[in-house]
Each structure stands twice: as C-alpha cells, then as structure tokens.
C-alpha cells in the first residue's frame, strides 16, 4: 500500500492550525494508520495509532481522522516544540510502508 | 522506561557483510514483534523487516529481500539484522523499533536512537 502525504512542506506560525494528508493507494484494513512525528537527529515519537487514538502522553492538540483512503493529522494550535516532520504508516498490509513525511516549518 | 540500544553500524564496501544488534530492556521483550526501519541521510522513513515474538512471522522490504536477515534471541533480549551484499542504496541510520503487538505486526510504539550504515567504496 502506497501512502501520499501532502503538503511536502507547510510553514505557518506558532497558535496556528495545521491539516496534514495521508492518502493511501488502496483501503487500509481496520484503519491500521500511524503517525509519527521526528525532529532533526531524533528517532520518530509515536502520536497516533488506529488512525484516531492518541498515544500515551500526547497533547489533546494532535487528532487524527479518516475518510475512505484518506487520513488527517490535525494540530490545532501549533507549539513552538511541534516544527518538525510528521510520518504516516500503515500496518494493515504487509510490507509496512510510510508516507514521505511532511515537513512544518516556522513561518 | 523501554530502552533500545542499537550497535553495529559503521562504514563497509559495496558487496560486504555486516551484523547490526539492538538490545533492549524495560519490557518483556518475548512478548513482543520487533522491526528494522531505516531512514538514508535527508530523507523519509523505510520499513526494512520484522519479526514476531516467537520468530515464526518474518516479513522484509522488498528492497532487501534475500540479502538481509532478521532474528532474535529472546533470552538475551537481543534483535539482530544480518545484511549482505551491502549496496550504496542501503546507506541509512537503522534504527530498531518495538511493535505494539506480539503475534502480528502493528505500529512502533518505541524506538532506538539508531546506529549509522555508510555502503561506499
């Protein structure tokens, strides 16, 4: 399964809301879509799992959605530590696969 | 606290043979799948293969199937990545994952710190 991540890059300031997309090349069984976020010289963080459910410790400011082959990370008020890049990847089909990230940079 | 401790990575020519290992701790490490995900120098993230608990469930990138080899040693908490006939493309920091699952494969729930692959001559 192919995954589609658009924006490649989006720059907006801190308190403003970001939509990040997710499009997968075929259904992805049970919804089986993660996102991860990753700083410069960092391992990824886990933020999302089962496209919905936020990962232990993680701000009520990340949501994820779903619509058909269509996933969402949303971040409503952008903190100065969220600019970073954000990963999608599903594991509904083997081989796993991950999007090529979107990169949110300070605008 | 989970910790994983990747070791092995280093510099080795086109066509050579190289071991990485991951310990790890602060978890029943039996009780769960694990994986290789690699990520080249500026770019995105690339699952490179798996193994579940028991090790009868071992799934590769297409990118490296038969020239790499996952395993584990459950008693010494250890997963390994064996990797032949190394190629430039397989330049990447490795980093060792725990999946969230134990049987099947799901998502990464943590992550190594990564060791460094370099494949030039």
């Known amino acids: 399964i192919e995954l589609t991540q658009s924006p490649g890059t989006l720059s907006l300031s801190p308190g403003e809301r970001a939509t990040l997309s997710c499009r997968a090349s075929?259904?992805?069984?049970?919804?089986?879509l993660a996102w991860y976020q990753q700083k410069p010289g960092h391992a990824p963080r886990l933020l999302i799992y089962h496209a919905y459910s936020r990962a232990t410790g993680i701000p009520d400011r990340f949501s994820g959605s779903e619509s058909g082959t269509d996933f969402t990370l949303t971040i409503s008020r952008l903190e100065p530590e969220d600019f970073a890049v954000y990963y999608c990847q599903q594991y509904g089909a083997s081989p796993l696969t991950f999007g090529g990230g979107t990169k949110i940079d300070i605008k | 606290e989970v910790q994983l401790v990747e070791s092995g990575g280093t510099f080795v020519q086109p066509g050579r043979s190289l071991r990485l290992s991951c310990v790890a701790s602060?978890?029943?490490?039996?009780?769960?799948?694990m994986h290789w995900v690699r990520q080249p120098p500026g770019k995105g993230l690339e699952w490179v293969a798996g193994i579940n608990w028991d090790s009868f469930l071992v799934h590769y990138a297409d990118s490296v199937q038969g020239r790499f080899t996952i395993s584990r040693d459950n008693a010494r908490n250890s997963l390994y990545l064996q990797m032949e006939r190394l190629r430039p493309e397989d330049t990447a920091v490795y980093f060792c994952?725990?999946?969230?699952?134990?049987?099947?494969?799901?998502?990464?729930?943590?992550w190594g710190h990564g060791t460094p692959v370099t494949v030039s001559s």
């Open positions: 994952a725990k999946d969230k699952g134990g049987s099947v494969f799901f998502y990464f729930d943590s």
């Open positions: 075929q259904s992805v069984s049970n919804n089986y």
């Open positions: 602060g978890f029943s490490f039996d009780d769960y799948a």
